[in-house]
C-alpha cells in the first residue's frame, strides 16, 4: 500500500497538473543558452548522434529529479 501512495504523491495524483505518464515532466522546461545549443549541436554531430540517443534514454528514466523506476 505504501507503495502506491507514494506514486500518487510523486505523480500528483488528483491536480490539475498530474503526470499522466510515466516520462512525463510536470514542470516547465528551461530555456537554454544558444551557445550551449551551438556546441551540443556540433559536439553530437561530430560523435555521430551517440550523445543525444544517451541524452534521450536517460531524460525518460531520470524525469523530475527523480528516478522513474514504476514502468
Excluded at 491536480?15 to 550551449?36: E, F, G, H, M, S
Excluded at 556540433?42 to 541524452?55: E, I, K, L, T
Aim: overall charge positive; glycine content about 2%; some cysteine.
Amino acid at each position: 500500500m505504501r507503495y502506491f501512495t507514494r506514486a500518487k504523491f510523486f505523480n500528483f495524483c488528483g491536480l490539475p497538473a498530474a503526470r499522466l505518464d510515466a516520462d512525463q515532466t510536470v514542470y516547465k522546461k528551461k530555456k537554454r543558452n544558444k551557445l550551449i545549443l551551438v556546441l551540443s549541436w556540433a559536439f553530437n554531430v561530430a560523435m555521430f548522434g551517440a550523445p543525444q540517443s544517451h541524452m534521450e534514454e536517460l531524460q525518460q528514466v531520470w524525469v523530475d529529479r527523480s528516478i522513474n523506476s514504476p514502468r
